[in-house]
């Protein structure tokens, strides 16, 4: 683009080329045209770099990672080289709808005190149907309260002023699951934020989604999250040491035991040997459970319902 944007619209995507096509044609068929969007493709295998290259539209700037970064690294490297003067986050299997930046950036225009925006959303499965809408709360006193409670804001659904990362940095690397909610926070911080009463993002519940996928870590940094900006309201900067740290690494352990006993009840025995495996060495001390999970992987279910009936009539 010749002339700098207004809005630039920071996408990454890791294997998400069953949805990226869906994702890609809400941003580039929107009633507001003066953006630039920025998709990083972070190490996919799949053939979502195909999917990215079968786009001639020039408001399209593409980055390739050879091997994967991260979320929070690939979506600091695309604000790194966003020019427009608001950021629009969007997920590569999540939907905005044809007004959602129009709309946000005559908020942001008209709200000078706002600094960062989210909005009203739907909530979608995988193939797409409706689930259910989602209308938290609106005004910054509403939201500072909520956020200490937890996330209150779809990230994907957010528009922020560029000052704001100006101020705050971007997303914390160190934080992989949870660092949109981090973020939201340390804006929060410096800015008055707002949701738009408007219906204006999909979000998909997809299996194979970072939410679902990271459902257990991100419960466990998201009361680290919570706890540092309790203390840089307190005390103006973050206090805690790496008793902090070990901490959330013995919570996270012991969530991944936790979710693999859930998984294991479900019958989804290769998940759940994976998540005992990241609970190492927690998990040991539970051995018995890991046991059973190899047994139901490699013998045959006909087998193993055989040896348990003939258990049964000795």
Request: with cysteine; hydrophobic share 35%; aromatic share 10%.
């Amino acid at each position: 683009m010749n002339t700098c944007p207004i809005v630039s619209v920071v996408m990454t995507t890791y294997n998400n080329g069953k949805y990226l096509k869906e994702a890609i044609n809400s941003i580039l068929n929107q009633t507001f045209s003066e953006f630039e969007f920025i998709i990083i493709n972070d190490g996919s295998t799949d053939n979502s770099q195909y999917i990215i290259d079968s786009y001639k539209d020039n408001r399209i700037i593409s980055l390739k990672h050879k091997t994967r970064l991260g979320v929070p690294k690939s979506r600091n490297k695309g604000m790194k080289v966003a020019q427009g003067e608001y950021i629009a986050v969007m997920d590569a299997d999540d939907i905005s709808l044809p007004n959602r930046l129009e709309l946000q950036v005559k908020f942001l225009d008209e709200n000078s005190h706002i600094g960062l925006l989210g909005s009203y959303y739907f909530i979608i499965d995988g193939a797409g149907n409706f689930l259910k809408s989602v209308k938290p709360v609106l005004t910054n006193n509403e939201l500072q309260t909520k956020l200490m409670e937890g996330n209150p804001i779809a990230h994907g659904s957010i528009m922020f002023r560029k000052e704001c990362l100006n101020t705050i940095g971007g997303y914390r690397e160190k934080f992989r699951y949870s660092h949109d909610y981090d973020l939201i926070l340390r804006i929060a911080e410096h800015f008055q934020i707002a949701n738009i009463p408007e219906l204006l993002y999909k979000y998909r519940i997809n299996p194979l989604g970072i939410s679902v996928v990271t459902k257990v870590p991100q419960e466990s940094e998201g009361p680290l999250i919570k706890h540092l900006a309790i203390e840089r309201r307190k005390y103006g900067k973050e206090q805690s040491n790496m008793i902090s740290w070990i901490e959330m690494n013995r919570n996270l352990i012991q969530s991944y035991y936790r979710w693999g006993k859930y998984l294991y009840c479900k019958g989804s025995y290769r998940s759940a040997l994976k998540s005992f495996l990241r609970s190492l060495p927690y998990s040991l001390f539970n051995i018995d459970l890991i046991v059973k999970t190899v047994i139901k992987l490699i013998i045959p279910k006909k087998i193993l319902l055989y040896l348990m009936s003939h258990q049964k009539k000795i």
